[in-house]
């Protein structure tokens, strides 16, 4: 995969986000425009093209970072239920009721969404350090 390829894919990715509303926290993986391994392989690409050229700031670091994450956490197998269950919890919420097994499912899925930001961000540290250290592509 070239870096060009590598940034349509992510382009047409970013497109298939959409407006789910306030009840939904995730989407069908039918929505996206290929399969998740080929869009995490895309991240790869073009964040190690971004660091050769010295073209990565900070915040196209963070973009690239929370993109490659919700690759895994906002699309799902099946919405359906963790939308159904999201709902539940805000209706309830809004009438002063606080599901605490919903707040602990929600932080397992918070850790997990960190764990692959964490992933993205030491591959781009690890190519940043290789470049700098080598000097080489």
């Not at 690409?45 to 970072?65: A, M, N, T």
Request: aromatic share 12%.
């Amino acid at each position: 995969m070239t870096p060009i390829e590598a940034e349509e894919i992510i382009n047409k990715y970013w497109k298939s986000y959409k407006d789910i509303g306030p009840y939904s926290i995730v989407q069908p993986i039918s929505d996206l425009p290929c399969s998740p391994g080929k869009i995490r392989y895309a991240h790869l690409v073009y964040g190690e093209e971004l660091i050769k050229r010295g073209l990565i700031p900070w915040g196209i670091s963070r973009k690239l970072s929370s993109s490659y994450q919700e690759i895994h956490s906002r699309f799902v197998d099946d919405p359906e239920s963790i939308n159904d269950q999201h709902k539940k919890y805000v209706e309830n919420l809004e009438k002063g009721v606080l599901d605490e097994s919903y707040q602990i499912l929600i932080l397992e899925r918070s850790k997990e969404y960190l764990t692959w930001e964490i992933e993205y961000n030491n591959f781009l540290a690890d190519c940043q350090g290789n470049y700098n250290l080598s000097g080489k592509e």
